[in-house]
């Protein structure tokens, strides 16, 4: 395996803030009070709440409705943290443009191979947003987006019954096996949808798709989600070959807003 290259606030009713105040969690298996600190980002609400794991970013654009919203976690890459990617990657700013109904969580992940995955479990990142940061967590779909070596902590979620779609981001250096499961082998498998884009990953991710006859294949990245034809957004399978680079495909602002429109998501009103 090659290694990765590198506005007020709103209501809380409204967001589904708990109304008790239950500080502990248990985000890696342990148990302890969180921190967290909140603010308005982009218009929207937003929390830091800081664990044993690292640092966590829970975003809630304006006009959020938790009762028809689903949430989508972005894992970032190497070479940064979670408050590194969420400053350098405006990703607040690109949450609110793709203009989904979702929460969206940032958690930590490695910074390179030397590190373990900080989140193994899905689950209990789950409990640590809704018992750290007190937020009740929407009923609708997950989107898990993962940029480049977060394939290593994204590959540990397919499995969960809650993940309806993966968005690999320049990411497929490994984890065929389980994104296989999750595309083509696995019992929920035919109500999955993964999209995978490749710039210094083309070559994994050619070999990886060409597996599928039902895979379509898209050679660059439109300039809008309605540029998308109507075989590629019904696709279950869709590889993209990117024209912008490994880090210009997260912070140059156009891929991550477009990617999440192809998504269940519903459109904030």
């Known amino acids: 395996m090659r290694a990765p290259a590198c506005a007020a606030a709103l209501v809380f009713g409204l967001l589904g803030v708990v109304g008790a105040p239950a500080a502990r969690a ?5 148990s302890e009070r969180l921190r967290k600190t909140e603010d308005v980002v982009a218009g929207g609400q937003h929390w830091r709440i800081q664990t044993r794991a690292g640092a966590l970013h829970v975003w809630a654009p304006p006009g959020y409705d938790r009762a028809s919203a689903g949430t989508v976690v972005y894992v970032h890459g190497y070479h940064t943290d979670a408050d590194g990617a969420w400053r350098e990657h405006d990703l607040a700013r690109q949450f609110r443009a793709s203009r989904q109904n979702a929460l969206f969580i940032v958690p930590d992940a490695p910074s390179g191979n030397d590190e373990q995955v900080k989140w193994p479990a899905l689950t209990d990142l789950r409990r640590a ?17 993962g940029h480049s070596g977060a394939f290593r902590t994204v590959m540990k979620w ?3 019954k809650v993940v309806a779609q993966v ?10 096996r389980a994104f296989d499961d999750f ?5 929920r498998a035919g109500h999955h949808k993964l999209i995978v884009v490749g710039s210094d990953t083309a070559e994994e991710s050619v070999s990886f798709t060409r597996r599928y006859p039902f895979a379509v294949t898209r050679d660059r990245m439109p300039g809008s989600a309605a540029d998308f034809s109507k075989r ?13 680079g490994h880090m ?3 912070d140059g602002g156009r891929v991550l807003p477009t990617l999440l429109r192809l998504t269940p998501l519903a459109a904030l009103r």
Do not use: C, F, M, W
């Open 232 to 244: 590629e957004k019904r696709a279950r399978l869709l590889y993209i070959r990117s024209q912008y």
């Open 26 to 30: 248990q985000p890696d298996g342990g």
């Open 248 to 250: 210009q495909i997260v």
């Open 158 to 160: 397919v499995d969960h």
């Open 167 to 176: 968005i690999l981001l320049d990411a497929l250096y490994g984890g065929q």
């Open 183 to 187: 595309i083509s082998s696995g019992k």
């Open 129 to 145: 947003v809704t018992r750290g940061g007190n937020i009740r967590l929407p009923d609708g779909p997950t989107i898990v987006v």
